[in-house]
């Protein structure tokens, strides 16, 4: 298809199965590629050896492109008297679950920012496309990857962050509109973020760059897909749609309140990880709404603790403390194999 997405990583569709950290797995991206798409892992909550397993087992199933998405947060400024304050809030719900909080915050995730190692697991694996979230590499980084022949897209929330990306020499700009569902990619998550819908952010940068600009947030369905290519999309990039495919890793809670009346609403929450996602609105978001910001430690510290409770949580029965990220469309998420859904949406975006 005359698309630059679909050119550029010869491609049959112009879709991206978005990454979606613990969400996404191997057997997704795999048949997300292999019905002509473009599937997608992440390698963000990993170590290096880790990610090259997941890399490999990936390219194990599937000889068509794949997408290794990876995290650019800042690196954590730590705040010892922030973080115990944060513990001691949290001590009353875990003894309601019969648990204790961590003695201490963790940083759980690494960024690639930096990330020597992970930068040489990327390069041995020689993914067709590696992309970024929450903010850049840097530009050695960059032109390393470049240099293997792999195509790079990284998210933007802003006109600013596009103009970086473009300025970065990357590839793709994935617009990330308000309705999409887990992280903003937002480069400064203290910073002004404007929410702009997928509709407007796609046409606002499509004005200042260059660049081909991949839509993500509330596409849903191929009505969606048309619209956004209308727009002047080189693709689309849909995340909750894929969530309830067998191939996924979603559990079993997770998959019944994405299949409930629950799904109908969604919120931003920051308390989870440190960071705004958006969430069907569950016990955490009740908990934590009026918490300030200020009050809570940056991401993936706070992670560390919102995973503990969930797990404390799930263990006595109460599955409302998962971080079940999903975007505003979630209740048109469907159930089938992502390959049939594949198929779905591209009859349904022909049709359209």
């Known amino acids: 298809m005359n698309y630059p997405l679909c050119q550029k990583l010869n491609l049959t569709y112009p879709i991206i199965q978005a990454p979606m950290a613990g969400v996404s797995t191997p057997e997704l991206a795999a048949a997300v590629s292999n019905s002509g798409a473009l599937g997608s892992i992440s390698v963000g909550a990993s170590t290096p050896q880790q990610a090259e397993m997941m890399i490999r087992k990936t390219r194990a199933l599937t000889s068509a492109p794949i997408n290794v998405n990876v995290f650019c947060h800042a690196p954590v400024q730590r705040d010892p008297q922030l973080e115990q304050a944060w513990i001691a809030r949290f001590q009353p719900v875990f003894a309601r679950y019969e648990a204790t909080p961590p003695d201490a915050l963790s940083e759980i995730y690494q960024t690639f920012v930096d990330n020597e190692a992970m930068l040489e697991v990327l390069l041995a694996t020689a993914p067709a496309a590696v992309s970024f979230h929450f903010g850049l590499p840097s530009a050695a980084f960059v032109q390393r990857l470049k240099g293997r022949g792999i195509i790079t897209l990284a998210s933007a929330t802003s006109m600013r962050e596009a103009q970086a990306i473009e300025a970065a020499d990357i590839d793709f700009i994935v617009a990330q509109g308000i309705e999409a569902g887990g992280h903003r990619g937002i480069f400064q998550p203290a910073g002004d973020d404007q929410q702009l819908s997928t509709f407007t952010l796609l046409q606002a940068i499509r004005q200042i760059s260059r660049l081909p600009v991949i839509a993500a947030g509330g596409v849903m369905d191929g009505a969606g897909i048309a619209a956004m290519l209308k727009l002047g999309a080189a693709g689309v990039q849909p995340g909750t749609a894929f969530i309830l495919c067998p191939e996924s ?26 960071r705004s996602a958006r969430c069907l609105t569950n016990d955490f978001c009740h908990l934590t709404r009026e918490f300030a910001q200020e009050s809570i430690p940056p991401y993936p510290l706070t992670y560390a603790l919102g995973k503990a409770l969930a797990a404390a949580a799930a263990a006595k029965g109460a599955q409302g403390f998962g971080a079940q990220w999903a975007g505003q469309g979630a209740a048109l998420a469907r159930e089938m194999p992502a390959s049939e859904l594949v198929n779905r949406l591209v009859a349904e975006w022909q049709a359209a």
């Open 249 to 274: 890793a979603a559990n079993a809670a997770y998959r019944q309140a994405l299949k409930s009346e629950q799904a109908n609403s969604t919120e931003m929450i920051a308390a989870i990880s440190g």
